[in-house]
């Protein structure tokens, strides 16, 4: 194993594994933009129709099954029915940012998948050139960018919706992504440190022989479930939980402009699975294959690349199936007190081995046991640090409050602390006095809402 992650570490120091787009040319680079939105579109309705049949599984009923075989033109026709639903929009929203914020949204979600590489060097219309759009040093961070970027949409469009619901989800969005965001790129920091490199191409080449997820498996844990919560999937569905906030940020939303987010939201899914595969899984190459191998060759190694890209879709749908929208604290706690802090501890540590294997006397570190001890501390700790219950300030010794249920013209029911004043009917009752006995005195209400106190 040591053997093995050093020369992966080797290849990736060598920096002759970039893609080579030397002999691309204009309609190569239009084919491959042609195709890469092609795909996204197509896997959005894969992806729908997936997660229907999945969860339908997991719940013991059939799903989707009446258009088309095995139901699969069921997305097509809601597609059908949003394109022609009635396209409505609030009278006090703030036009322009209304409809600019879901094409935000969708535009950048399109972006990611140009730096994603789908397989080796192929012959394309008689010109060799990489199954990838793009690539440059600095790849992933331009991954990260276009995320970041994407929430302005969910921003916006709760924010210009001039409504109470959406703003709230809008809010609950900018919270989530600065805390999950962290997270998320912290733990693919560890992974440009091994590989010394950002570009996604090179990355992909550093794992001939090893896949990454393996020494750093601490910040592979720490990215799928950053990865959950970034593209706001349960159980971190906050800025858009039904239960609480209608349907978030999209409440004011319809029609296409509602399609538009709905459809970002997929394709997020796509490009964060698509990430994990490309900087974790060994991108597009097979495992237990020869590198030599037919089957890491040509066209084949798309297919190895797709059956981990939904393979990471599924454990999307399994998670929805399976796991409860957390509270909005408990959200917040996992971001801020366990995934962050873990992240940075596991980017020190590997920093510093890294470091020290750069001096001679460190230049036969047994990287392996080294890495996989550390991964061991980490996941312990963090395991550790969920079982620890939170210390609750012990409650202050107070007298309960008298509510006056029907202050405000309506009744409202009293909160923990809070007691309804006492009833003259249930007094009178209690003594035995007639129904119809007129009370005086003390016992006489003052206030006409007293008669409905209890």
Same mark, same amino acid.
């Given at each position: 194993?040591?053997?093995?992650?050093?020369?992966?570490?080797?290849?990736?120091?060598?920096?002759?594994?970039?893609?080579?787009?030397?002999?691309?040319?204009?309609?190569?680079?239009?084919?491959? @933009?042609?195709?890469?939105?092609?795909?996204?579109?197509?896997?959005?309705?894969?992806?729908?129709?997936?997660?229907?049949?999945?969860?339908?599984?997991?719940?013991?009923?059939?799903?989707?099954?009446?258009?088309?075989?095995?139901?699969?033109?069921?997305?097509?026709?809601?597609?059908?029915?949003?394109?022609?639903?009635?396209?409505?929009?609030?009278?006090?929203?703030?036009?322009?940012?209304?409809?600019?914020?879901?094409?935000?949204?969708?535009?950048?979600?399109?972006?990611?998948?140009?730096?994603?590489?789908?397989?080796?060097?192929?012959?394309?219309?008689?010109?060799?050139?990489?199954?990838?759009?793009?690539?440059?040093?600095?790849?992933?961070?331009?991954?990260?960018?276009?995320?970041? !970027?994407?929430?302005?949409?969910?921003?916006?469009?709760?924010?210009?919706?001039?409504?109470?619901?959406?703003?709230?989800?809008?809010?609950? @969005?900018?919270?989530?992504?600065?805390?999950?965001?962290?997270?998320?790129?912290?733990?693919?920091?560890?992974?440009?440190?091994?590989?010394?490199?950002?570009?996604?191409?090179?990355?992909?080449?550093?794992?001939?022989?090893?896949?990454?997820?393996?020494?750093?498996?601490?910040?592979?844990?720490?990215?799928?479930?950053?990865?959950?919560?970034?593209?706001?999937?349960?159980?971190?569905?906050?800025?858009?939980?039904?239960?609480?906030?209608?349907?978030?940020?999209?409440?004011?939303? @319809?029609?296409?402009?509602?399609?538009?987010?709905?459809?970002?939201?997929?394709?997020?899914?796509?490009?964060?699975?698509?990430?994990?595969?490309?900087?974790?899984?060994?991108?597009?190459?097979?495992?237990?294959?020869?590198?030599?191998?037919?089957?890491?060759?040509?066209?084949?190694?798309?297919?190895?690349?797709?059956?981990?890209?939904?393979?990471?879709?599924?454990?999307?749908?399994?998670?929805?199936?399976?796991?409860?929208?957390?509270?909005?604290?408990?959200?917040?706690?996992?971001?801020?007190?366990?995934?962050?802090?873990?992240?940075? !501890?596991?980017?020190?540590?590997?920093?510093?081995?890294?470091?020290?294997?750069?001096?001679?006397?460190?230049?036969?570190?047994?990287?392996? @046991?080294?890495?996989?001890?550390?991964?061991?501390?980490?996941?312990?700790?963090?395991?550790?640090?969920?079982?620890?219950?939170?210390?609750?300030?012990?409650?202050?010794?107070?007298?309960?409050? !008298?509510?006056?249920?029907?202050?405000?013209?309506?009744? !409202?029911?009293?909160?923990?602390?809070?007691?309804?004043?006492?009833?003259?009917?249930?007094?009178?009752?209690?003594?035995?006095?007639?129904?119809?006995?007129?009370?005086?005195?003390?016992?006489?209400?003052?206030?006409?809402?007293?008669?409905?106190?209890?």
């Amino acid at each position: 194993m040591h053997s093995v992650l050093a020369a992966g570490m080797a290849a990736a120091a060598e920096g002759s594994t970039a893609a080579d787009f030397s002999n691309d040319t204009w309609w190569i680079w239009l084919i491959k @933009s042609v195709g890469i939105l092609v795909f996204l579109l197509t896997s959005v309705l894969i992806a729908i129709w997936f997660e229907r049949k999945v969860v339908a599984r997991m719940q013991v009923r059939p799903g989707p099954n009446v258009h088309g075989p095995f139901g699969l033109l069921q997305s097509l026709a809601d597609a059908m029915k949003l394109l022609f639903k009635e396209d409505m929009t609030v009278k006090a929203a703030d036009k322009v940012v209304y409809i600019v914020a879901p094409l935000i949204a969708v535009f950048c979600s399109l972006l990611t998948f140009a730096v994603i590489p789908l397989g080796p060097t192929v012959n394309m219309f008689g010109v060799e050139t990489p199954l990838q759009l793009t690539d440059f040093p600095v790849a992933v961070l331009y991954i990260l960018a276009c995320a970041s !970027v994407g929430v302005y949409g969910i921003v916006l469009g709760g924010w210009s919706s001039n409504s109470t619901y959406p703003l709230l989800g809008a809010v609950r @969005s900018t919270a989530q992504v600065i805390s999950y965001e962290l997270a998320m790129g912290m733990s693919l920091v560890s992974v440009f440190i091994l590989a010394g490199s950002m570009s996604t191409s090179e990355i992909v080449s550093s794992q001939t022989q090893l896949w990454w997820f393996l020494p750093l498996l601490p910040a592979f844990v720490i990215y799928i479930v950053s990865m959950v919560g970034e593209t706001n999937r349960l159980p971190f569905d906050l800025p858009e939980a039904e239960g609480e906030l209608v349907s978030g940020y999209m409440t004011e939303y @319809s029609s296409m402009k509602f399609a538009w987010f709905f459809l970002a939201e997929y394709i997020n899914m796509l490009n964060v699975s698509a990430v994990a595969t490309t900087l974790f899984l060994g991108g597009w190459r097979a495992p237990f294959i020869p590198a030599d191998s037919f089957l890491q060759q040509g066209y084949w190694p798309v297919l190895w690349f797709l059956a981990k890209l939904w393979a990471l879709m599924f454990f999307f749908v399994w998670v929805r199936g399976s796991v409860l929208r957390f509270r909005y604290d408990q959200f917040m706690k996992l971001g801020w007190k366990v995934l962050i802090p873990a992240s940075l !501890v596991w980017l020190v540590l590997v920093a510093v081995v890294q470091g020290l294997r750069q001096f001679p006397q460190f230049a036969d570190l047994e990287l392996r @046991s080294i890495l996989f001890g550390i991964a061991g501390v980490v996941i312990v700790g963090v395991v550790i640090s969920l079982l620890i219950p939170e210390k609750k300030p012990a409650p202050a010794a107070t007298r309960p409050r !008298v509510l006056d249920a029907f202050a405000d013209g309506y009744p !409202v029911p009293p909160l923990p602390g809070q007691v309804l004043p006492p009833s003259p009917r249930r007094a009178r009752v209690t003594a035995g006095a007639p129904a119809d006995e007129t009370t005086t005195g003390a016992d006489a209400p003052t206030d006409p809402k007293e008669v409905h106190g209890g």
